[in-house]
């Protein structure tokens, strides 16, 4: 199993902060992603962690999106369908459960509350 790390986040959507659990490889990549955002003039711990000192607008990660989308069928040879941004969020949690981690673990991973609605 890979190894894991906690790290504080904070969100907007809920004005809290919390920790979970990522594997160290996207930890090492957080952190030099920090460390590109702190050269910058003006950096401080309010910049995003995607998009720096202004946050990364969802036309942007849909273009993305739909980028690697399009490059599947090319390096693959296969076609999928297409899901919006919040799909992968379900496609995320589904991950996790089918993994084994618990319903209330990833209730709070994902900022789903409250439990047992």
């Keep these: 199993m890979t190894e894991s790390i906690n790290l504080k986040l904070q969100t907007q959507k809920i004005e809290k902060n919390r920790k979970i659990t990522m594997p160290l490889i996207l930890e090492k990549m957080l952190r030099e992603l920090y460390k590109y955002y702190h050269q910058f003039e003006g950096f401080n711990e309010e910049w995003f962690v995607f998009g720096g000192h202004r946050h990364l607008p969802s036309t942007s990660i849909d273009r993305e999106k739909d980028n690697a989308f399009d490059l599947v069928p090319k390096i693959y040879g296969i076609n999928i369908n297409r899901i919006t941004n919040h799909e992968f969020r379900h496609s ?24 047992g609605t």
């Design 92 to 115: 995320h949690a589904t991950y996790l459960y089918s993994r084994g981690v618990k319903l209330s673990i990833i209730a709070y991973r994902l900022i789903w509350y409250p439990i």
